[in-house]
């Protein structure tokens, strides 16, 4: 029906076939989001008390992870990350490259569902998509303006960059084939966040008030930073 | 009758100062604020030279909506004039009537019969009571408590549907015309009157408690956009926002017309916060004095209209002979007391049908000279708040 | 191909970790330059929640490790995004070769 | 003779397909199918195939329904009007339906493996549920005596991951998408009533009830537009940047104890997280529409955002402290001994946290009075100025829905979650029947209630809305630093000690923690039964204090 009415040229018509096509589009992203933010490694297959039991056999426990579902969630995600991250390599303009860092973190952050660290990818939505990237976009739009920015470096300075990250990226791959590591096989209990939490408070304490240290000097530093000068 | 009221020296703006606070300094950018803006009542377009939220200075270009009234004026027999004047300010179709009616019995010398002004002080009053319920209604819908503007809009339909029944029209209605007023009151239309007042007199508490005394709106408004006594004098400024700056001056009282002097009414002022209920945080001259000044003005239009259908004598509404009159050669300034502030109309004859000169002077054009002045190191959300405080419309302002 | 392995994970990791150099390498925005930082840091994050998973199950210090650095990559972002804005508010450019023109 | 119009489907061209063809070809293949799917679930289901039937058929009814009356009305204008006024009371009525039978057969699923459970307890030798899927007579001989045999295979496929899956899915795709709707339309009924006057009352008949989907339609036909100066892949993406993670949100919030998608051990953090992002999509949208009032809009909102998520965050901690448990069903279900075991009455620091997270959450869902990104008034529509039709009704799906979720997260680690007011241990004593199942069920807990008290907040969101005027952006971020910031980390700190204070399990603490828990109650239920009450009244005085004119308008008005 839209395509008949493409052919006619009918302006109006192509339009709403496009709005019809937007539709099926959000439909098929609201779809795949929902699958790929589906942390399949959910701690609730990591320990062994009465409540996971419950939960394994309960009609809402988490799907196991292995099998099928897994390898095509882990390249689904390993695909849109890399493809943010060459995007962020590629563009010019410094809001899409937020834009692209803005993809890649959260498929970073599915990655680490993936592999089971659910409280990391949590907080790396939270800490990285909720903050560091609202302070580079603070910054764009504080900075966008700046009449002398160049985007384009020398032709060759980029064929150059591109050389040496080329040459990297196939070493650290011929590196990680060489090398031999004492994997564990198949599922592996997860951690849960009862762990993380009391590692941080005992094992991991003093580097824990370190970092809480460094933090406030750094909201401190940050702020005068910024502060204008009288 | 004019008292100058001392009051306190309007504090800082806003607590905001550049110097000091706005360290995230960022790029100078100019804003195109209207003339298709949702708050600037109509095709005002205001430039905005902005800092972040800061505005920096705002500069209003009006006359998207001159129809050359005025030089319509120089065309028409008065009487015929009479419905160009209604859509000068649409709010207040009434009072506009009234004033160039006034203008020219004076220069003709015309007696109006007493129902006839009696008649048209209910109108006026009635009208002056719808025109504050827009300003009010809508200085709730621009700080975003939509509930207000439609609560005013509940009352006003009731006020339109009065003027429908006594002239026929809901918003341009020309039922005064020079001589009176053009039509009798419908039989029956005392009483429906009588029965609207009995309702709204209790509303307006109704529209403090929703909205006047609503902390949010309070922190919003005081102490926003003070115009000081001097500057309001210096710009000409008229109406609520003048009595918003401190001064107990109202032609109504100061020179009386219609009649009025035979009605017993109070002329409200601002007060500074604290005294007299109002509350604090409240400053002279702020925007929140002159959007309360038209919610005191309403009770007294209601007492005003109590008194005039109480004492409403018998008799013509309408003089003898206002067609085809000989404007003498001379002319006339008379000022009236519009919702907005003064409108005054200069005509001038040649002794002939047909004024020589006809000119308006509006409030609110005049109102709106002083937002240059005071739209300045401010925040962008006081804008809206500012333009509606002062309740300009355009269709007078650029006539 | 089908066995989701280290290997995998680290191979994700090392792109992210070499866009993010080529980024630092060829923008001359102070901005795009923190964006690789950025890059760097994930990959970085990556490796050590993948090792962790892989290497050594049950225990959680690298997910701890990858948790300190999205902590200090927080902070030094904040940090960055305040030199800049001061660049920026001094300069009017942030490109970081104006910058170093002027140094000194 | 008047013509039904659908102005916007072109014109069937004669001696093209007509209808007839069409409609035989259709018939064909839904009887083909109706084949296959019978001969497929009866050659595998050991001929019981009515019950997948009726399992499996709403949701597949749902479709056929929705694509035939499509169909005809795209093809036959003249069967248009029948099946366009039909096809929303039979869509909704497939759905609802759908959803009923989900959730008949959960319900019977858990059943039936509690006894499975029970048995395996006693008999080593039984089958269990870990290895491997059950045969249909297992499943037989654990439902309970008094249902018919054919309920059995109804409830079998729920024990694959992948079917549970699907159907959790889509029951939760279909909540996302009517949750947005149904508030739009409400929230238009709501405003009306407090502006005194009616709200949507023509479309679909009774009170305008099909206003949204109307206007849903509306937006999608609407002409696509892109500013020509905008930046067109980021200003196509931003809404999707909303959406997404509105809608991933609902997959971690428990509806009850089984009724949740992924039962995460985090699943409040992940959920602030996702709430947190959708402020992407408002800088990508604002920024993209390269308008200046967008960018007011789009850097208001980053400002707002990154402000009240500490305070929302901290509000959550007191609850978290409380419970012990970042695990939404564990924070739930250790409220289920009624109204005074209810968070928010634990101890007067949870009390204020929870109306501190209110404020907070208001805020971070920018609704009013903390709508200034979009501030009418000032900033003409703020980041939505340049978005119209489709990616414009995508924001407010996921504002919408974002909505229902701090409902939801308020109601879960505040206010007893999915348990009624009524303590869970007085059914105790009322055994396992089929009946005393059912009235648990309904009286003690379940997602009905969680939907309810979520309702409410939505309620109390809109009213505030409607009532109270816009912020200013200093007095926004003033409000954040210098008040809920401060209050709330007090309210940790408090909360914490009030914790580790009941952990000495001294006497007198515990007398005391009783007493303060029943006063906070008191004064809860005191809100919780006045608000009704002086709704009552206004009710009851509307004459005097509305006015009559109002209700009985002059003659002639």
Redesign the interface.
């Known amino acids: 029906m839209f395509a008949r009415a493409k052919a006619r040229g009918s302006g109006g018509l192509s339009a709403q076939a496009k709005a019809c096509g937007s539709f099926r589009i959000a439909i098929l992203l609201v779809l795949t989001g929902m699958v790929l933010l589906a942390p399949t490694g959910s701690v609730a297959w990591a320990t062994d008390d009465a409540v996971t039991a419950e939960q394994q056999i309960g009609v809402t426990g988490a799907a196991p992870p292995g099998g ?1 579902l ?2 095509i969630l ?1 390249y689904a995600v ?1 695909m849109t ?2 493809i943010a ?2 995007g ?2 590629i563009a010019k303009n ?1 809001v899409r ?2 834009v692209w ?1 803005f993809i ?2 959260g498929s ?1 952050a599915m ?2 569902f ?4 659910d ?2 990818g949590a ?2 939505l939270i ?2 998509v909720g ?2 990237l609202i ?2 976009i ?3 739009m ?2 966008s303006k ?6 384009e ?1 020398p032709k060759l ?2 064929i150059g ?2 050389v ?3 040459a ?2 196939v070493a ?2 011929v590196v ?2 060489s090398a031999v ?4 096989e198949g599922v ?2 997860g ?1 849960s966040v009862a ?2 939490g009391r ?2 408070l005992t094992t ?1 304490l003093v ?1 824990f008030e370190v ?1 809480g240290v ?2 406030m000097i ?2 401190v ?6 502060r ?1 000068e009288k | 009758m004019a008292e100058i009221v001392l009051q306190s020296a309007p504090d800082v703006l806003i607590d905001i100062d550049r110097s000091e606070q706005g360290d ?2 960022t790029e100078e950018m100019l804003v195109n604020m209207g003339p298709q803006h949702p708050a600037t009542h109509g095709v005002l377009r205001v430039v905005l030279r902005t800092d972040g939220e800061m505005v920096l200075e705002a500069i209003p270009h009006i006359g998207y909506l001159h129809r050359c009234a005025e030089k319509i004026g120089e065309n028409l027999q008065p009487f015929q004039f009479i419905p160009y004047t209604d859509r000068m300010d649409y709010l207040s179709g009434i009072n506009n009537n009234q004033a160039f009616a006034i203008a020219v019995e004076k220069l003709c010398g015309i007696k109006v019969p007493s129902r006839g002004q009696a008649i048209r002080v209910i109108f006026a009053e009635l009208n002056r009571i719808a025109s504050h319920l827009v300003t009010v209604g809508c200085y709730g819908l621009d700080m975003g408590a939509m509930t207000m503007f439609w609560w005013c809009f509940r009352e006003r339909e009731m006020i339109l549907d009065l003027f429908e029944a006594a002239c026929g029209a809901r918003l341009t209605y020309s039922a005064i015309t020079v001589g009176g007023v053009h039509d009798d009151l419908p039989d029956g239309w005392v009483e429906r009157c009588r029965e609207f007042l009995d309702y709204f007199g209790p509303k307006i508490d109704d529209y403090n408690k929703l909205l006047s005394y609503n902390h949010i709106f309070l922190k919003r408004t005081g102490n926003v956009g003070v115009i000081s006594l001097e500057d309001a004098i210096a710009y000409g400024l008229t109406g609520p926002c003048l009595r918003g700056s401190g001064i107990r001056w109202d032609l109504r009282k100061v020179r009386p017309y219609d009649g009025y002097e035979k009605y017993d009414f109070d002329i409200p002022i601002a007060l500074p916060g604290g005294t007299d209920g109002r509350p604090e945080g409240v400053v002279v001259g702020d925007n929140w004095c002159r959007y309360f000044m038209r919610v005191l003005e309403m009770a007294q239009s209601v007492r005003i209209i109590r008194q005039a259908l109480d004492q409403l004598p018998d008799g013509d509404v309408l003089a003898k002979k206002i067609k085809n009159l000989k404007l003498p050669d001379d002319e006339v300034y008379v000022e009236a007391e519009n919702p907005r502030g003064q409108l005054g109309f200069y005509v001038r004859g040649d002794g002939s049908t047909i004024p020589y000169r006809v000119k308006a002077r509006g409030p609110s054009f005049n109102n709106l000279s002083i937002l240059t002045h005071i739209c300045r190191d401010i925040l962008i959300a006081d804008m809206p708040a500012f333009i509606a405080s002062i309740d300009i419309v355009l269709g007078e302002v650029d006539r | ?12 990791a ?10 630092m ?8 330059i ?3 930082v ?2 760097v840091l ?1 990959s970085a ?2 490796n050590l ?2 090792f ?4 050594g ?5 690298g ?2 490790m ?3 650095v ?10 960055a ?6 660049l ?2 001094n300069l ?4 970081v ?2 910058a170093a023109t002027l140094r000194g | 003779m008047t013509q039904f119009s659908v102005p916007w489907l072109p014109r069937p061209e004669r001696g093209n397909y007509g209808f007839p063809a069409k409609a035989v070809v259709a018939a064909i293949v839904l009887l083909v199918v109706a084949a296959v799917f019978y001969w497929v679930t009866n050659t595998f289901l050991g001929g019981r195939p009515v019950a997948m039937l009726l399992l499996v058929a709403a949701p597949i009814l749902v479709a056929i329904m929705a694509a035939a009356a499509a169909f005809a009305v795209s093809t036959w204008r003249a069967w248009g009007p029948i099946l366009f006024k039909t096809a929303p009371f039979l869509l909704i009525g497939a759905v609802i339906a759908s959803c009923v039978c989900v959730w008949a057969a959960n319900a019977l699923f858990e059943w039936a493996r509690e006894d499975l459970v029970a048995a395996a307890a006693n008999d080593p030798g039984a089958t269990t549920w870990f290895n491997g899927p059950l045969t249909l007579d297992e499943i037989v001989s654990a439902s309970p005596a008094l249902l018919p045999a054919w309920i059995s295979p109804l409830i079998w496929p729920l024990q694959f991951p992948l079917f549970r899956d699907v159907v959790s899915m889509t029951t939760l795709i279909i909540f996302f998408t009517i949750v947005p709707v149904f508030v739009i339309w409400w929230e238009r009924k709501v405003a009306g009533r407090i502006q005194s006057r009616l709200g949507p009352m023509r479309v679909g008949g009774w009170h305008g009830w099909a206003q949204s989907p109307a206007d849903g339609i509306k937006l999608v036909l609407k002409e696509d537009l892109v500013p020509k100066e905008a930046d067109r892949i980021l200003f196509r993406l931003a809404p999707y940047f909303a959406i997404i993670p509105a809608a991933a949100a609902y997959m971690a919030l428990p509806f009850g104890v089984t009724y949740v998608f992924r039962d995460l051990d985090i699943a409040l953090v992940f959920i602030l997280a996702l709430l947190g992002i959708g402020v992407v999509a408002v800088i990508v949208a604002g920024w993209a529409s390269n308008n200046k009032w967008s960018i007011y809009g789009a850097m208001r909102e980053a400002c707002q955002m990154v402000s009240y998520e500490i305070p929302m965050g901290m509000a959550l901690l007191v609850p978290v402290l409380c419970v012990g448990s970042l695990s939404l069903r564990e924070i739930g279900e250790a409220q289920a001994e009624g109204w005074f075991s209810w968070l928010a009455f634990s101890n007067p620091f949870a009390f204020i946290a929870f109306v501190s997270y209110f404020i907070a959450s208001l805020a971070s869902c920018k609704r009013a009075p903390f709508d200034l990104p979009e501030a009418e008034s000032e900033l003409v529509a703020g980041f939505l100025t340049e978005y119209s039709g489709f990616r414009w009704a995508l924001f407010f799906f996921a504002e919408y829905a974002a909505m229902f979720v701090i409902c939801g997260l308020a109601v879960i680690l505040f206010l007893g979650g999915w348990h009624s007011p009524l303590p869970a241990s007085w059914g105790a004593a009322w055994g396992d029947g089929i009946l005393a199942r059912g009235l648990k069920g309904v009286l003690f807990s379940g997602p009905i209630w969680f939907v309810l008290k979520g309702t409410f907040f939505l309620y109390v969101q809109l009213w505030l809305r409607w009532t109270l005027p816009r912020i200013r952006i200093d007095q926004v971020l003033y409000a954040c630093i210098q008040v809920l910031l401060p209050l709330t980390m007090i309210l940790v700190l408090g909360s914490t000690l009030w914790v580790w204070a009941g952990m000495s399990e001294s006497g007198a603490w515990t007398v005391f923690d009783r007493i303060v828990t029943w006063v906070l109650g008191v004064v809860g239920m005191i809100f919780a039964l006045g608000l009704p009450a002086i709704a009552a009244y206004g009710f009851y005085h509307r004459r005097r204090l509305v006015g009559s004119l109002v209700i009985d308008p002059l003659p002639g008005s």
């Open positions: 099928l897994e390898p882990f390993a990350t890399v991250a060459l962020v390599c410094i490259m937020a860092l890649a973190l970073v990655l680490y993936l592999l089971a660290a409280f990391l907080i790396q800490v990285y903050g560091t302070l580079l603070f910054g764009v504080l900075t700046s009449p002398w920015v160049r985007f470096p300075e980029l960059a591109a040496v990250c080329g990297l990226l650290l791959c990680l084939y590591w004492p994997e564990t592996v209990p951690v762990d993380l590692r941080l991991y580097p970092a460094l933090l750094v909201m530093g940050a702020a005068h930073l910024a204008q | 995230l300094h | 191909m089908l066995t989701i392995g280290l290997t995998h994970y680290l191979l994700v090392a792109v992210l970790f070499c866009s993010g150099i080529f980024t390498m060829t923008k001359r925005n102070a901005i795009g923190l964006i690789g950025e890059l994930n994050g990556v929640v993948a962790d998973r892989y290497l199950p049950g225990r959680v210090d997910q701890i990858a948790l300190f999205i902590v200090l990559a927080a902070a030094e972002a904040a940090l995004v305040g030199i800049c804005i001061n920026y508010k009017a450019t942030v490109d070769d104006t």
